[in-house]
């Protein structure tokens, strides 16, 4: 590698976010070489539109002593507030609370 090597190494929160960084990673392995980080950049923006969630790239801490400059990462989106509140529901259901209901009412026409 020269000196102008921009190294990134991509780690697993990418891996597991973004489909399209598991298959690169399945493919030609989890580190990569560019000419700049801009380059790294312009990847990462790539990765994002083919996988559908974003991936950026970060800075390797000052004190990381391995030959990696940047890193790839991601991270899962937040669930909308009352994602879980179905499956709570669901959950009660299913273990017999008598608080809930129990059925649902339909109309007859």
Not at 5 to 28: C, E, H, Q, Y
Not at 47 to 60: E, P
Request: net charge positive; proline share 4%.
């Amino acid at each position: 590698m020269t000196d102008a090597a921009f190294v990134v190494a991509i780690k697993p929160s990418a891996r597991r976010t973004n489909g399209a960084v598991g298959t690169l990673v399945n493919k030609r392995g989890a580190r990569h070489v560019f000419s700049s980080r801009d380059d790294a950049e312009m990847w990462a923006s790539g990765l994002t539109s083919r996988g559908g969630v974003a991936v950026w790239i970060r800075s390797a801490d000052p004190r990381d002593e391995s030959d990696t400059d940047a890193y790839l990462v991601g991270r899962r989106a937040r669930e909308p507030p009352l994602a879980g509140a179905y499956d709570k529901r669901r959950r009660r259901l299913r273990n017999g609370d008598s608080r809930e209901q129990s059925h649902f009412e339909t109309s007859r026409e």
